[in-house]
């Protein structure tokens, strides 16, 4: 039967493979991240998954000068010996290194007799002190815990009173390990102790940090102390909760990143297959400002070249997406927006909608009036489309919210549409969101944002669905120092 002391091997964090060790892949790369000191508990289902994770856990721990330690009960020491060789471990050679044990449950929980959790610990500790002794730094081990089943482990209270106490040995030596549990073998009610006891568990392959995890002093019930302990619990549910809205902000960040990037390139290929009828258009009104129009038709005509050079401007610029650079030139904001609500004149006369517009002062900023253009047409198409019967817009000079100091223009437009749901509301600025189905893209208020903080500005939105209330109002701030 091997002992736990034995022959030393070398140490050195970056020293070659021994001897006893041939090249080969470490394909659950998260085992590498268990180090000592770290207490685990391996819940598996059968004997395959077991092997296939605690083989490699313990070869890593001989590739870094530790000696590893199999604590065997239901697997039969062969199959452990076979899984060692697969995973590239001469077993004689380990052994007569004295790097490898594989040892009974008789050679130590139940070494005496019976079970005893303070004795296992005072065992523990010795067997990292004879390691030392022999040249290693420190104790990889790990062992089935099937034993606790038999009359002697009493699972349901000396196992788990172990496993508290293990939280508290391994910080203070140099040992890690990792406690395996046969899920079709253990109670459900004992399963959740030993959930509740361990920092990290392994399950299906995945080395978890464990939300669930219970301090000891806190599990245990001990008397004294108590108050600081449950701070702990308190604030490590705390952080764990933050983290995990933090990953989810982060995969939903991932996600609208692909599909910004992948319209990116959507947008790119319509924009070129647009150049060429484009192109078309405009020689055709070209040659229609040639003819001898009315003035009614001409002002049309000028209009339409106005409208076909902004069109031709927003296709040469889809390359980027929306976020192209420009020469920035003074911009009337008055007239910028005087300019935007003429474009839908014939449609509000014609459906008895009233724009209203005021100028309160002079409203000149340094930008793009191109791109300003586009962020009041979106404004006012989203209101039309919202139902909206009146529409008012007021333009003054102002200071930012945050930065009183911060001068600049205000513009507000606000209509009496049917509103947004709170629910949607959050979700008006996101890109590809839309309540209009095959008729909406979802990138106007984004790419209006997007203008607007492009511009050193900011947008906000207040909106309401109460009957006879209803309606939705923009404010935005744009600095003009």
């Given at each position: 039967?091997?002992?736990?002391?034995?022959?030393?091997?070398?140490?050195?964090?970056?020293?070659?493979?021994?001897?006893?060790?041939?090249?080969?892949?470490?394909?659950?790369?998260?085992?590498?991240?268990?180090?000592?000191?770290?207490?685990?508990?391996?819940?598996?289902?059968?004997?395959?998954?077991?092997?296939?994770?605690?083989?490699?856990?313990?070869?890593?721990?001989?590739?870094?000068?530790?000696?590893?330690?199999?604590?065997?009960?239901?697997?039969?020491?062969?199959?452990?010996?076979?899984?060692?060789?697969?995973?590239?471990?001469?077993?004689?050679?380990?052994?007569?290194?004295?790097?490898?044990?594989?040892?009974?449950?008789?050679?130590?929980?139940?070494?005496?007799?019976?079970?005893?959790?303070?004795?296992?610990?005072?065992?523990?500790?010795?067997?990292?002190?004879?390691?030392?002794?022999?040249?290693?730094?420190?104790?990889?081990?790990?062992?089935?815990?099937?034993?606790?089943?038999?009359?002697?482990?009493?699972?349901?209270?000396?196992?788990?009173?172990?496993?508290?106490?293990?939280?508290?040995?391994?910080?203070?030596?140099?040992?890690?390990?990792?406690?395996?549990?046969?899920?079709?073998?253990?109670?459900?009610?004992?399963?959740?102790?030993?959930?509740?006891?361990?920092?990290?568990?392994?399950?299906?392959?995945?080395?978890?940090?464990?939300?669930?995890?219970?301090?000891?002093?806190?599990?245990?019930?001990?008397?004294?102390?108590?108050?600081?302990?449950?701070?702990?619990?308190?604030?490590?549910?705390?952080?764990?909760?933050?983290?995990?809205?933090?990953?989810?902000?982060?995969?939903?960040?991932?996600?609208?990143s692909e599909k910004l990037a992948a319209a990116g390139r959507m947008?790119?290929?319509?924009?070129?297959?647009?150049?060429?009828?484009?192109?078309?258009?405009?020689?055709?009104?070209?040659?229609?400002?040639?003819?001898?129009?009315s003035s009614e038709g001409r002002a049309y005509l000028d209009a339409?070249?106005?409208?076909?050079?902004?069109?031709?401007?927003?296709?040469?610029?889809?390359?980027?997406?929306?976020?192209?650079?420009?020469?920035?030139?003074?911009?009337?904001?008055?007239?910028?927006?005087?300019?935007?609500?003429?474009?839908?004149?014939?449609?509000?006369?014609?459906?008895?909608?009233?724009?209203?517009?005021?100028?309160?002062?002079?409203?000149?900023?340094?930008?793009?009036?191109?791109?300003?253009?586009?962020?009041?047409?979106?404004?006012?198409?989203?209101?039309?489309?919202?139902?909206?019967?009146?529409?008012?817009?007021?333009?003054?000079?102002?200071?930012?919210?945050?930065?009183?100091?911060?001068?600049?223009?205000?513009?507000?437009?606000?209509?009496?549409?049917?509103?947004?749901?709170?629910?949607?509301?959050?979700?008006?600025?996101?890109?590809?969101?839309?309540?209009?189905?095959?008729?909406?893209?979802?990138?106007?208020?984004?790419?209006?944002?997007?203008?607007?903080?492009?511009?050193?500005?900011?947008?906000?939105?207040?909106?309401?669905?109460?009957?006879?209330?209803?309606?939705?109002?923009?404010?935005?701030?744009?600095?003009?120092?």
């Open positions: 039967m091997d002992s736990l002391a034995s022959a030393p091997v070398g140490v050195g964090a970056n020293r070659s493979l021994p001897p006893f060790l041939r090249e080969w892949s470490l394909e659950n790369s998260q085992l590498t991240s268990c180090a000592v000191h770290d207490h685990l508990a391996l819940i598996y289902d059968n004997q395959e998954e077991q092997l296939d994770i605690i083989v490699p856990f313990l070869r890593l721990g001989m590739e870094r000068g530790e000696k590893s330690v199999f604590i065997v009960d239901d697997t039969n020491p062969k199959a452990v010996i076979a899984a060692m060789e697969r995973h590239g471990v001469n077993v004689d050679a380990a052994r007569a290194r004295g790097a490898l044990a594989i040892v009974t449950k008789y050679d130590a929980y139940l070494k005496n007799g019976d079970f005893d959790p303070d004795w296992m610990i005072g065992f523990l500790a010795e067997a990292v002190e004879d390691a030392k002794k022999q040249g290693f730094h420190a104790v990889r081990a790990s062992g089935e815990m099937t034993w606790a089943l038999g009359p002697a482990g009493d699972a349901n209270n000396r196992l788990i009173e172990y496993e508290c106490k293990l939280n508290r040995f391994f910080p203070g030596y140099d040992m890690g390990g990792i406690c395996q549990y046969n899920r079709r073998r253990f109670r459900p009610e004992t399963l959740m102790h030993v959930i509740h006891t361990h920092p990290r568990l392994v399950f299906r392959g995945q080395v978890c940090e464990n939300p669930y995890y219970i301090p000891a002093e806190i599990f245990q019930g001990l008397s004294g102390g108590m108050e600081d302990p449950v701070r702990q619990l308190l604030e490590s549910m705390a952080e764990n909760t933050r983290l995990r809205h933090q990953l989810t902000l982060e995969k939903e960040a991932l996600r609208r947008a790119a290929t319509i924009a070129h297959e647009i150049n060429n009828p484009l192109e078309a258009i405009i020689n055709l009104w070209y040659l229609l400002k040639q003819e001898n129009l339409m070249g106005g409208e076909l050079n902004r069109v031709s401007h927003i296709a040469r610029q889809t390359f980027e997406f929306y976020r192209f650079d420009g020469t920035a030139s003074p911009v009337d904001l008055a007239q910028v927006t005087e300019e935007a609500v003429e474009l839908f004149s014939r449609r509000v006369e014609a459906q008895g909608i009233e724009i209203e517009v005021r100028h309160r002062a002079k409203a000149s900023i340094w930008g793009l009036d191109g791109e300003l253009r586009q962020l009041f047409t979106n404004l006012m198409v989203n209101a039309l489309e919202a139902g909206a019967g009146k529409i008012r817009i007021r333009i003054s000079q102002s200071r930012e919210w945050r930065k009183r100091a911060r001068r600049g223009v205000r513009v507000v437009v606000a209509d009496d549409g049917s509103g947004i749901p709170p629910a949607i509301a959050a979700k008006a600025f996101e890109p590809f969101f839309s309540t209009k189905k095959e008729k909406g893209t979802g990138l106007g208020l984004w790419v209006s944002q997007g203008i607007v903080q492009k511009h050193e500005g900011s947008i906000r939105m207040r909106t309401s669905t109460r009957p006879g209330r209803s309606g939705t109002t923009f404010s935005i701030f744009l600095p003009t120092e």
